[in-house]
């Protein structure tokens, strides 16, 4: 695990940006830009200062620019140093980006017949599969435009596409378990919840068949609780 400036370099390229469920909000640089920029629109807000005339939480602006999958980018936008070009996306990767498709629409137009259905709240299996739904195919853009590339092993970001994979199996393992406590609770019925619990079943097993690595990835503070209570016992 790497930091800069107190922040988990890298911590937001794997999370599903779900940052009302996340417990390490305070190590991540994207969040506390966020947080900034909505302060900054408060009129009301004045800046505050230390002794030594420095501003305070400003970590984030004075750290200079964010890695690739910076606040305000989808996860598909990606720049690659080292010249390496685009390649059409084979066949594999493009029928599994059309199958995370598939189910994004299906979800939400099942979403956008009952708005009742919308939920916020990270422990209702309603918001876990509204969320889940659209953050599958934005982590998997991401994932796919790495794996595009054709970076060569020893290539600095050639692992990246598995951390990006392991993001969007973790949220596809979460919807499948909301889909089933839907079913038991009578919230769905049983044909129409295990119609899209096939869909996430079908695109994870394809997902980690094209992908063998990704649960091993190791996600920075994720993946380390040791590293993350020792940094926060410092």
């Known amino acids: 695990m790497e930091l800069l400036d107190g922040f988990i370099v890298g911590i937001f390229n794997y999370c599903d940006r779900w940052c009302e469920a996340c417990v390490l909000t305070s190590r991540c640089r994207v969040f506390a830009t966020l947080a900034e920029m909505e302060a900054s629109f408060d009129p009301g807000l004045r800046a505050l200062t230390r002794a030594d ?8 602006a004075d750290a200079g620019p964010a890695s690739p999958d ?3 980018t989808h996860d598909s936008d990606i720049a690659i140093d080292g010249g390496f070009e685009r390649r059409t996306l084979p066949d594999d990767l493009a029928g599994l980006a059309a199958a995370a498709e598939r189910y994004r629409e299906r979800v939400w137009a099942w979403l956008k017949a009952d708005p009742g259905r919308l939920r916020e709240h990270p422990e209702d299996p309603l918001a876990v599969v509204a969320w889940g739904h659209t953050m599958i195919g934005a982590k998997l853009a991401g994932a796919f435009a790495l794996a595009e590339l054709g970076l060569p092993e020893d290539h600095d970001d050639a692992s990246d596409s598995d951390g990006r994979v392991k993001a969007a199996l973790l949220a596809i393992d979460r919807s499948h378990v909301a889909w089933l406590s839907l079913v038991e609770s009578k919230a769905v019925p049983v044909d129409q919840g295990f119609m899209f619990i096939e869909d996430l079943v079908g695109l994870g097993r394809g997902l980690e068949a094209r992908f063998p690595r ?9 993946d380390e609780p040791d590293a993350v209570a020792e940094l926060d016992r410092g």
């Not at 990704?214 to 994720?222: D, E, K, L």
């Open 70 to 72: 910076e606040a305000l």
């Open 53 to 60: 005339g420095r501003g305070v939480g400003r970590a984030a």
């Open 214 to 222: 990704a649960r091993a990835f190791v996600r920075p503070g994720f």
